[in-house]
Structure formats: C-alpha cells, structure tokens
T-cell receptor, first 114, second 112 residues
Framework: AQSVSQHNHHVILSEAASLELGCNYS??????LFWYVQYPGQHLQLLLK??????LVKGIKGFEAEFIKSKFSFNLRKPSVQWSDTAEYFC????????????FGPGTRLSVLP | DSGVTQTPKHLITATGQRVTLRCSPR?????VYWYQQSLDQGLQFLIQ???????AKGNILERFSAQQFPDLHSELNLSSLELGDSALYFC???????????FGQGTRLTVV
C-alpha cells in the first residue's frame, strides 16, 4: 500500500543543535509535499510546501526542506533549534495520480531541551 | 487563526450515543477533509469532500458519515459511539483538491 513514513518517532535535542527530520513516501509520479507542525494542545499549522521548481523550499520559522525525487524523500531541516520548536511534526503528501490527498506520516515528536 | 472553524471544541457523551461535529471552511475553499487523531493511531484520514461531492474515503467506520452542504460547511456524524472513538477530530480545508490545507482547532470528543 502507498504510504508516508517518518524516520523518527521522538527526537530530543538541545537548544542550538541542528535538526533533520526524515520523510519518505511511496507514491510515484507527481506529488505535492508538505510539512505541518502541531504545538502542544494546538491544531496543525503549515510549515512549508513543495509543488514544483526549486527542490529546496524555505518555510516559516527558519525551517527548510529538500525534495529528492530519486529518493522519494522530503526531509525537514533547521540549522539551530529553539525551545519553542518543541512540537510534533508531520509530513504529508498529495498524490493526485493515486487520488490521494493529504496522506500524513505518523509524526515525529521533537523535544528541545533548554 | 487558520480561518477554519470547528464546533464544538469539546464534547462529552455516553457510549451508544450520536453526535454531530461541524466545520466551516476558510472563505472560498471548496475542499474539506476530516481527520481523527488519537494517541495510538496518529492522524487518520477519514473522508474528503470537494464542492459538495465526496472525493476520497479513508479509514472511516460505517458508523460514521459526513456531508458537505451547498454553503460548503461540512458535518461529521458519529453514531453508536464506543469508548475507542474518543479522539481529537480535525477538519481542514483547501481551495482545491491538491492545494495546501488549513486545519481547524479540532473537536475533542470524549466517550464515557
């Protein structure tokens, strides 16, 4: 079955450390890719999106993601995390060829220690 | 504020009962999605509507149903509720079927 996977269930970092969260998907063809963040007790918010063009996309709050088509990956990065980045991060895929919209990965919980 | 409104914010009900969750999408958005989020199952896609028509169906139980009305708001009906239905139910909307989606604050359902 087609799916979206995220490499880590829980990541713990100290402030100022660099972050990379992995996301892989199994859909071929055209895909639209997203990262969402869910702060404790809140709804999901869009961090960044990729539709086409430059595979390195920049989002809000200093986050960026790189689309590597050959690896079916869309990893999220941030050079220096802050305590306020503590949240759950979800990768999501739109795969119109499969008639599937906004299939989410299982999420990665990020804890940043002050 | 995402512009997606969900009501009620919290709902406590007994097993066997029926509830209706409501979602008003962002102005102009044609597509509405429903998700269930629980601790052990993560974010599960339930169903999607586009301009009043069902577009895609996920892991939605037969006890659950949804619809999107001509004014584009949507309702999710949950019946014969079980303890395991306790979860956060999110609605999201997008302009079209494959543009970015914006999420509401969710309805926390507790079945006792």
């Amino acid at each position: 079955a087609q799916s979206v996977s995220q490499h880590n269930h829980h990541v713990i970092l100290s402030e100022a450390a660099s972050l990379e969260l992995g996301c892989n998907y199994s859909y071929g063809g055209t895909v639209n890719l997203f990262w969402y963040v869910q702060y404790p007790g809140q709804h999901l918010q869009l961090l960044l999106k990729y539709f086409s063009g430059d595979p390195l996309v920049k989002g809000i709050k200093g986050f960026e993601a790189e689309f590597i088509k050959s690896k079916f990956s869309f990893n999220l990065r941030k050079p220096s995390v802050q305590w306020s980045d503590t949240a759950e991060y979800f990768c999501a895929v739109n795969a119109p060829n499969y008639g599937q919209n906004f299939v989410f990965g299982p999420g990665t919980r990020l804890s940043v220690l002050p | 504020d995402s512009g997606v409104t969900q009501t009620p914010k919290h709902l406590i009900t007994a097993t066997g009962q029926r509830v209706t969750l409501r979602c008003s999408p962002r102005s102009g958005d044609l597509s509405v999605y429903w998700y269930q989020q629980s601790l052990d199952q993560g974010l599960q896609f339930l169903i999607q509507y586009y301009n009043g028509e069902e577009r895609a169906k996920g892991n939605i139980l037969e006890r659950f149903s949804a619809q999107q009305f001509p004014d584009l708001h949507s309702e999710l009906n949950l019946s014969s509720l079980e303890l395991g239905d306790s979860a956060l139910y999110f609605c999201a909307s997008s302009l079209h079927a494959n543009t970015e989606a914006f999420f509401g604050q969710g309805t926390r359902l507790t079945v006792v």
